[in-house]
């Protein structure tokens, strides 16, 4: 089959995820093929470096032999068996243990699911069983973020921030509330009253969480759900004031912290876990993605002990779980990632070498004309488009610059990611020196090119697109 076999196939049978469906079938799907290392192939014969790690997740590369085996080993062995019903298997077993050990040491329990969105899903059914258990049955509002990713089932969309998904099949799960981003390029600056520098803004971010608490009713509130930097909604780094902010309103009240590790565990931020990086005591840590580097799916919910305890000494049966809970071949996949990333002393180098590197790196692309702030902390990173590099003006959204961008980075053999005009990346861990100077090199050529295109445009139709500012 050639690559119009494959798109016309596509076309007729293949729904994709979060995808416009008829543009789509209109433009043709990019077929992938194959891959190694931080690389993708397509059946064009295009290599292109896989600066999004797949979504997020690839963080070990592609083509890792001993995944393969550890799969290869537990499908023989045992290819399914469920944890209900008073049984379990070693695959589960181990990689519970080592999640714990790789865990705060308040962290000792872990719930298995098959992806971040069903572990979200868990995370709700447990915070307010928890408080129902406490004797607290009023506690069932969870205050998340504008704007925050939780996954795409009906619980993780509610508790996400995204306005679009909000838009579509509600209503959604009630009892949930969600509070100001930390993003000060996108809303902090030249906001009315967003302060006049990021601190103070990270500052009136933890303010207007405690607000929501006191609207609320501290003897309402169950928890608060956050991710340490924001994945999907555009690697929003929160300004050095917000988190110990955040963390000073959450020891004034008696709520459940969440930190949505989806992302963010498994060396992303240079630590085995976000919530590490930023001195968090989550309660609850949904867990998915980079747990398996995505050879396979698996997700679960690493559980502090005060919250543990109370399920376990008070709850009885607890009436949830899934099919593929802790699945022994996605297991034996798990925890063999972990054992080499540990071996390879990945999260370490992700935090001295490489991380460090592409900061530096990442910076320079600060100079460019179209770019309004280029931002990094570990292995994620953001450039925010801009119309205007004085004022830092965004183009007329209609111009869809983001997008084009992004489809000018396939071009150029780069996967980078576009929200709105923020250009975003999260490239596998494994990532070499020289290969960061290869991407950050992708990224210039894609937005001179970018630049260039947008040039031609407004001398065409000679559209004032620099006027309009951010929305
Ligand atoms: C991707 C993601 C999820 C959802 O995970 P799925 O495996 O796609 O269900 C949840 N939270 C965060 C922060 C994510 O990035």
Redesign the pocket.
């Known amino acids: 089959m050639n690559t119009r076999d494959y798109q016309d196939l596509d076309r007729a049978h293949h729904l994709h995820p979060f995808t416009d469906f008829k543009a789509l079938g209109e433009e043709g799907s990019r077929i992938v093929t194959h891959a190694e290392g931080i690389y993708i192939h397509d059946s064009e014969g295009n290599r292109i470096l896989d600066a999004m790690a797949g ?2 997740c690839v963080n070990l590369g592609y083509g890792r032999e001993e995944l393969v085996e550890a799969a290869t080993a537990q499908l023989r062995e045992l290819p399914y068996y469920n944890n209900f019903f008073k049984t379990t298997h070693p695959p589960a077993i181990k990689l519970a243990e080592k999640l714990v050990q790789l865990a705060p040491a308040h962290m000792n329990r872990v719930f298995f699911t098959g ?6 899903d868990t995370v709700l059914r447990m915070v307010r069983r928890y408080w129902a258990l406490e004797g607290k049955p009023d506690k069932q509002w969870i205050i998340a973020r504008e704007n ?6 009906v619980a ?1 969309l509610s508790l ?1 921030g995204m306005a679009p998904m909000h838009g579509q099949g509600g209503p959604t799960v009630p009892k949930i509330a969600h509070v100001r981003q930390p993003y000060w390029f996108g809303e902090g600056r030249g906001m009315q009253g967003g302060g006049s520098d990021p601190d103070s803004f990270g500052r009136e971010c933890a303010a207007a969480l405690e607000a929501e608490i006191l609207a609320l009713g501290e003897e309402n509130v169950a928890a608060f759900i956050a ?1 340490p930097v924001q ?2 909604g555009g690697a929003i780094i929160p300004p050095a004031s917000y988190w110990p902010a955040v963390k000073e309103v959450l020891a004034r009240y008696d709520i459940l912290l969440v930190v ?5 565990g498994f060396g992303r931020l240079g630590e085995w876990f976000g919530s590490v990086h930023y001195d968090l005591k989550p309660d609850l840590m ?1 867990i ?2 980079g747990l398996s580097s995505g050879y396979l ?1 698996i ?1 679960g919910v690493l559980v502090g002990d005060r919250v543990a305890e109370t399920l376990i000494e008070e709850g009885g049966e607890f009436f949830h779980g899934f099919t593929y809970s802790g699945h022994p071949v996605c297991a034996a996949v798990a925890l063999k990632n972990l054992e080499l990333m540990q071996a390879e002393g990945i999260v370490e180098r992700v935090r001295d070498d490489v991380g460090p590197y592409l900061a530096e790196r990442w910076a320079t692309l600060a100079e460019h004309p179209l770019v309004g702030e280029a931002r990094s902390l570990g292995l994620i990173g953001a450039l925010e488009l801009v119309g205007d590099k004085a004022t830092g003006a965004r183009f007329p959204k209609s111009l869809g610059v983001g997008t084009l961008c992004r489809d000018i980075c396939f071009e150029t053999g780069l996967v980078m990611r576009s929200v709105g005009d923020t250009m975003i990346i999260s490239p596998p861990l494994v990532i070499r020196r020289a290969e960061v100077d290869e991407l950050v090199r992708l990224a210039r050529q894609a937005l001179d090119e970018t630049a260039r295109r947008l040039a031609a445009g407004s001398a065409v139709d000679d559209r004032p697109y620099l006027e309009e500012t951010r929305s």
């Open positions: 979504l997020w992806s971040g969105s069903e572990a979200n925050a990713y939780h996954g795409s089932t993780g996400g991710e994945g999907a949505d590790e989806v992302i963010c949904p998915a993605k799916p997700g």
